[in-house]
């Protein structure tokens, strides 16, 4: 096992990456590591991570009481202690507001799924739970409903929540959420973005159970393995619409996409056409009234 100093100097570069990718601006962020079943290790309020120094680091309780440390504990650790609490093979967690990911956040886009292989091994469904007040227990309990069934959550118009067996592996599911947000974003700049058929998010699947990951598609062999987020109103009752990202299966609109919403249309011909049927009803309507 490594001792109290080593963690601590870990805690320290991983402030250091999240500072500079730009996760983190001014004091914003904070880390945690699971010590034993009585304390956790988390990162000071209102110090930069990325200048962060082993004297820095806080100890606290279950609870969130401050048990050592010279400076205040983040006052959101409220928000990582929900995660211990219903996770017990989680040693760490990792908050930052990556701008990509809190782009999607902010315009409340779900996550799409079955579009790389690399987040449907490593990551798999990203739900995104509702806006509370940060640092505050209304606000760790947000995410409750999702922690067993994933390891990233987008937290609505805030940031991102990772979480992990290690540090570093907590922290990489940032970096993984990121770069996939930042790569939707640039491909529908380009054009439409292709997503897998339900056959290849199977074969990949497959993959990640035989690398000992889990997904909460595996919890029911009827669910649709692509489409909308199995992260549904079982989960809660925030659960956000696409706009910019229609959930596909085999390349074409899942059913509950399709259901007349703008989004539903996957080309930009199609979407003209259809603003201009609506609005020659509209004004035939008018007419008519006349």
Request: glycine share 6%; charged share 25%; aromatic share 8%.
């Amino acid at each position: 096992m490594k001792n109290e100093y080593k963690i601590k100097e870990e805690m320290c570069e991983i402030g250091r990456r999240v500072y500079a990718k730009g996760f983190a601006a001014a004091n914003d962020g904070n880390i945690t590591v699971r010590l034993n079943e009585r304390e956790i290790l988390c990162t000071p309020t209102m110090v930069s991570k990325g200048f962060l120094k082993p004297e820095d680091i806080c100890k606290v309780d279950y609870e969130g009481n401050q048990l050592a440390g010279t400076r205040k504990r983040s006052s959101e650790v409220l928000l990582h202690l929900a995660v211990y609490k219903h996770r017990p093979d989680v040693h760490s967690v990792v908050h930052c507001h990556p701008p990509y990911a809190t782009a999607f956040a902010v315009a409340r886009e779900p996550i799409p799924k079955c579009v790389l292989p690399e987040v449907e091994v490593f990551l798999g469904e990203v739900p995104m739970a509702v806006y509370e007040t940060p640092g505050t227990q209304k606000f760790a309990e947000t995410i409750v409903p999702y922690v067993k069934d994933c390891n990233t959550i987008i937290l609505a118009n805030h940031g991102t929540v990772t979480f992990g067996p290690t540090l570093e592996k907590a922290y990489w599911n940032s970096e993984i959420i990121d770069a996939y947000c930042k790569i939707l974003l640039l491909a529908k700049q380009l054009g439409a973005v292709h997503y897998f058929s339900e056959q290849e998010t199977r074969e990949l699947l497959d993959m990640k159970k035989r690398l000992g990951y889990d997904d909460v598609r595996f919890r029911d062999a009827n669910c649709a393995l692509c489409g909308t987020s199995s992260f549904n109103n079982r989960y809660s009752s925030f659960v956000p619409e696409p706009h910019a990202f229609v959930p596909q299966t085999n390349g074409k609109p899942s059913p509950a996409a399709a259901n007349g919403h703008p989004a539903a249309v996957d080309d930009l011909d199609g979407l003209v056409e259809m603003i201009t049927e609506k609005v020659m009803a509209a004004l035939s309507g008018v007419g008519a009234s006349v």
